[in-house]
């Protein structure tokens, strides 16, 4: 017992003695982490390099170069995104190219089959680059007080591009899609002499008229976790959780978005307080329109303005900035427009399907090889290989064909007598001549629809107009639920929801739904639907939803499950306060019929015959917008629970007051 006593106290004496030595008398083993571990990158097909480049306020920008191995003479295609330069160039641990950039935000077939030197850098604020965050910043003026901002950040990136990169021949192109769209709208401005062409693809442009924050004045709420998770942090650490399997459930528990924004803490951010501040069409909104700013700025880049027809996020932007900068380009030669059957970013995607609807061909494949690799093959190889691509590239939905037009909306000319007339006039590269005049498709009494109005006939159980009780305690449903959180995985998530089947809605109590007889020829539309409706409500405020429909025959041959479907083609919201005044709000005259007149999204279909056309009503579409109160508050983001009240809503068809939907019919000639 003592022996064993005596071991252990030696043993205990050692280590203590042991542990008071220097460490130099420490045994360790050999680390197997070299100081700096240097990658052979053996048999790679190009080379990566990251730096950090310099900007004129001293700040440092994180960008990622892939230059394909043995480049000489490269154009550059530059993107900078707020969505981490890394890890969009890092798709696959590849020694190849494609699997690399194989995903969101590049277009794959052209840039590894043109050869070209890619470029994608962290905006300031994001990631791996220095300074300030600042949601969509505004260019240098009354909301940018500092002397930089997207445009000379664009520059000065550029500038160093073409002194440092020793593959280039000196040629930048941008491009980039949604937020990655609105920057090179922003290095339209005071470009630098090395950009030669600029691709704004689904562009983030006014965030109040009708992009990613408001629809004419009524608020996506279901973008509030995009907001929470962009502006959380620079690398985007904290994620916006859900209380509910339904984000329908969660909307309706928390009340207003306000109050939503507040339990999660939101208000921390300073672009949600922004949103709070401005709930009007002001001086905040106005000043930083990218549509607004690019009319005042010279036209000195060619520019391909890329538009989905069925934008769940950014369906305004690229149509508003074509429309302001169109004008400029007095040779035809510097503004095009593409305009396909997709969602928001398809287009470097598969584009055969979009949700139930069937295109029979991949119709994103075709922009990118016949439309948008020649386009910039065109401006930034020095061969500059020819270019036979129209002003604007249309795809008819419909019919599905992609159309070669000269300009957008097609011009109504009643005055043309025939094609060698419209010829002159630069109406080349269409296939048939055509024109088009907006033409009133009227909602008619007894839910009928039709280009003849019979405003003034009643008589019987007709009536001067139809009702509806809208009910904030239970707002109609922007798709079917359960609604997911938004997700971008598959179409049963948020990307399709503007495709979605409208039968369900339109068996609603809550919702009109105007339909024409069955067509007997086609009904062509091309260009934006314009809203004439009045209405009255009971209560002093009301937001108003119309949707253009296409309601498929009972049966389709060859497609069973899209008999009877009902696909939307154009719809939007109005928010009843602004009738007068964007800018200020105002309350709504109780049970007056008013008219409330705005644009839809752009369309071009073909209505075919053997289906017919839906004009459908509503007054909520939740929880895409929030809801309005139906009663006056100073500010919707913080109505009180006392404030939602039913409401009843008329829709008129009176002598002078009919409600119709302009259509931008074309008429072949």
Same mark, same amino acid.
């Given at each position: 017992?003592?022996?064993?006593?005596?071991?252990?106290?030696?043993?205990?004496?050692?280590?203590?003695?042991?542990?008071?030595?220097?460490?130099?008398?420490?045994?360790?083993?050999?680390?197997?982490?070299?100081?700096?571990?240097?990658?052979?990158?053996?048999?790679?097909?190009?080379?990566?390099?990251?730096?950090?480049?310099?900007?004129?306020?001293?700040?440092?920008?994180?960008?990622?170069?892939?230059?394909?191995?043995?480049?000489?003479?490269?154009?550059?295609?530059?993107?900078?995104?707020?969505?981490?330069?890394?890890?969009?160039?890092?798709?696959?641990?590849?020694?190849?190219?494609?699997?690399?950039?194989?995903?969101?935000?590049?277009?794959?077939?052209?840039?590894?089959?043109?050869?070209?030197?890619?470029?994608?850098?962290?905006?300031?604020?994001?990631?791996?680059?220095?300074?300030?965050?600042?949601?969509?910043?505004?260019?240098?003026?009354?909301?940018?007080?500092?002397?930089?901002?997207?445009?000379?950040?664009?520059?000065?990136?550029?500038?160093?591009?073409?002194?440092?990169?020793?593959?280039?021949?000196?040629?930048?192109?941008?491009?980039?899609?949604?937020?990655?769209?609105?920057?090179?709208?922003?290095?339209?401005?005071?470009?630098?002499?090395?950009?030669?062409?600029?691709?704004?693809?689904?562009?983030?442009?006014?965030?109040?008229?009708?992009?990613?924050?408001?629809?004419?004045?009524?608020?996506?709420?279901?973008?509030?976790?995009?907001?929470?998770?962009?502006?959380?942090?620079?690398?985007?650490?904290?994620?916006?959780?859900?209380?509910?399997?339904?984000?329908?459930?969660?909307?309706?528990?928390?009340?207003?978005?306000?109050?939503?924004?507040?339990?999660?803490?939101?208000?921390?951010?300073?672009?949600?307080?922004?949103?709070?501040?401005?709930?009007?069409?002001?001086?905040?909104?106005?000043?930083?329109?990218?549509?607004?700013?690019?009319?005042?700025?010279?036209?000195?880049?060619?520019?391909?303005?890329?538009?989905?027809?069925?934008?769940?996020?950014?369906?305004?932007?690229?149509?508003?900035?074509?429309?302001?900068?169109?004008?400029?380009?007095?040779?035809?030669?510097?503004?095009?427009?593409?305009?396909?059957?997709?969602?928001?970013?398809?287009?470097?995607?598969?584009?055969?399907?979009?949700?139930?609807?069937?295109?029979?061909?991949?119709?994103?494949?075709?922009?990118?090889?016949?439309?948008?690799?020649?386009?910039?093959?065109?401006?930034?190889?020095?061969?500059?290989?020819?270019?036979?691509?129209?002003?604007?590239?249309?795809?008819?939905?419909?019919?599905?064909?992609?159309?070669?037009?000269?300009?957008?909306?097609?011009?109504?000319?009643?005055?043309?007598?025939?094609?060698?007339?419209?010829?002159?006039?630069?109406?080349?590269?269409?296939?048939?001549?055509?024109?088009?005049?907006?033409?009133?498709?009227?909602?008619?009494?007894?839910?009928?629809?039709?280009?003849?109005?019979?405003?003034?006939?009643?008589?019987?159980?007709?009536?001067?107009?139809?009702?509806?009780?809208?009910?904030?305690?239970?707002?109609?449903?922007?798709?079917?639920?359960?609604?997911?959180?938004?997700?971008?995985?598959?179409?049963?998530?948020?990307?399709?929801?503007?495709?979605? *089947?409208? =039968?369900? /809605?339109?068996? %609603?109590?809550?919702? @009109?739904?105007? +339909?024409?007889?069955?067509?007997?020829? $086609? !009904?062509?539309?091309?260009?934006?639907?314009?809203?004439?409706?009045?209405?009255?409500?009971?209560?002093?405020?009301?937001?108003?939803?119309?949707?253009?429909?296409?309601?498929?025959?009972?049966?389709?041959?060859?497609?069973?499950?899209?008999?009877?479907?009902?696909?939307?083609?154009?719809?939007?919201?109005?928010?009843?306060?602004?009738?007068?005044?964007?800018?200020?709000?105002?309350?709504?005259?109780?049970?007056?019929?008013?008219?409330?007149?705005?644009?839809?999204?752009?369309?071009?279909?073909?209505?075919?015959?053997?289906?017919?056309?839906?004009?459908?009503?509503?007054?909520?579409?939740?929880?895409?917008?929030?809801?309005?109160?139906?009663?006056?508050?100073?500010?919707?983001?913080?109505?009180?629970?006392? *404030?939602? =009240?039913? /409401?009843?809503? %008329?829709?008129?068809? @009176?002598?002078? +007051?009919?409600?119709?939907?302009?259509? $931008? !019919?074309?008429?072949?000639?």
């Amino acid at each position: 017992m003592i022996m064993k006593t005596l071991c252990v106290y030696l043993v205990v004496t050692v280590f203590t003695l042991v542990s008071l030595l220097p460490p130099s008398f420490a045994q360790t083993l050999p680390a197997e982490t070299p100081p700096e571990f240097k990658p052979t990158n053996d048999g790679f097909e190009y080379v990566r390099r990251e730096v950090m480049i310099p900007m004129r306020d001293g700040v440092k920008l994180h960008t990622v170069i892939i230059v394909p191995k043995g480049a000489k003479r490269a154009p550059i295609l530059l993107t900078r995104t707020p969505y981490n330069a890394t890890e969009l160039t890092s798709h696959a641990a590849s020694s190849h190219l494609g699997p690399i950039l194989n995903g969101y935000d590049n277009a794959l077939e052209v840039i590894v089959e043109g050869g070209y030197i890619r470029v994608v850098q962290d905006v300031r604020g994001k990631y791996g680059s220095e300074g300030e965050y600042v949601m969509n910043r505004p260019l240098r003026g009354p909301l940018n007080p500092t002397k930089v901002d997207h445009a000379t950040d664009t520059y000065d990136a550029i500038d160093w591009l073409i002194k440092n990169v020793p593959e280039s021949n000196g040629k930048v192109g941008i491009l980039g899609i949604s937020y990655d769209g609105f920057l090179p709208l922003m290095a339209l401005v005071n470009p630098h002499p090395a950009l030669k062409v600029s691709v704004p693809m689904n562009p983030m442009v006014d965030g109040w008229m009708g992009d990613d924050w408001f629809h004419n004045g009524a608020f996506r709420q279901q973008n509030m976790p995009y907001i929470y998770e962009q502006d959380g942090s620079r690398t985007n650490d904290y994620h916006w959780w859900t209380s509910h399997y339904d984000d329908y459930d969660m909307f309706m528990e928390a009340g207003s978005a306000g109050e939503l924004g507040k339990r999660r803490g939101l208000e921390q951010t300073g672009f949600w307080r922004k949103i709070l501040e401005h709930p009007s069409y002001d001086s905040f909104w106005r000043e930083q329109a990218v549509d607004k700013l690019l009319a005042k700025e010279p036209l000195k880049v060619p520019v391909m303005l890329v538009q989905s027809l069925w934008d769940q996020e950014d369906i305004y932007g690229a149509i508003a900035v074509y429309k302001a900068i169109e004008p400029k380009d007095t040779n035809n030669d510097k503004v095009f427009l593409v305009m396909g059957p997709w969602h928001h970013g398809q287009e470097i995607a598969d584009g055969s399907k979009l949700g139930a609807i069937n295109f029979h061909s991949d119709t994103a494949l075709y922009f990118r090889q016949h439309i948008l690799r020649p386009f910039l093959d065109h401006y930034l190889k020095d061969d500059a290989p020819p270019m036979d691509i129209a002003p604007v590239n249309a795809f008819e939905t419909g019919t599905n064909v992609w159309q070669r037009l000269s300009s957008w909306p097609l011009s109504y000319h009643p005055e043309l007598p025939d094609r060698e007339t419209l010829k002159r006039l630069g109406a080349r590269d269409i296939q048939t001549l055509p024109s088009q005049r907006p033409v009133p498709l009227y909602l008619n009494t007894g839910l009928k629809l039709s280009f003849q109005s019979t405003a003034g006939v009643f008589g019987g159980t007709n009536s001067p107009f139809e009702e509806y009780i809208s009910d904030p305690a239970k707002p109609v449903p922007f798709r079917s639920r359960p609604i997911k959180p938004t997700g971008y995985d598959t179409c049963d998530q948020w990307p399709c929801w503007l495709v979605d *089947d409208q =039968r369900e /809605a339109s068996g %609603r109590p809550d919702v @009109l739904a105007f +339909k024409s007889d069955v067509l007997t020829e $086609p !009904v062509k539309i091309s260009g934006q639907p314009i809203v004439n409706l009045f209405a009255s409500t009971s209560g002093t405020d009301s937001d108003w939803v119309v949707k253009v429909i296409d309601v498929y025959p009972d049966e389709v041959g060859g497609d069973a499950k899209m008999g009877g479907y009902q696909l939307a083609v154009s719809m939007d919201i109005f928010r009843g306060r602004y009738r007068e005044s964007l800018e200020i709000p105002k309350p709504i005259a109780a049970n007056e019929p008013l008219l409330y007149r705005w644009s839809l999204p752009t369309a071009n279909h073909v209505f075919l015959p053997g289906h017919r056309i839906m004009i459908q009503v509503q007054s909520s579409w939740f929880p895409l917008y929030d809801r309005n109160p139906q009663t006056f508050v100073p500010n919707i983001f913080w109505a009180k629970p006392a *404030d939602y =009240r039913p /409401a009843t809503q %008329r829709i008129y068809h @009176l002598p002078g +007051k009919a409600s119709s939907v302009e259509l $931008p !019919v074309v008429m072949n000639r």
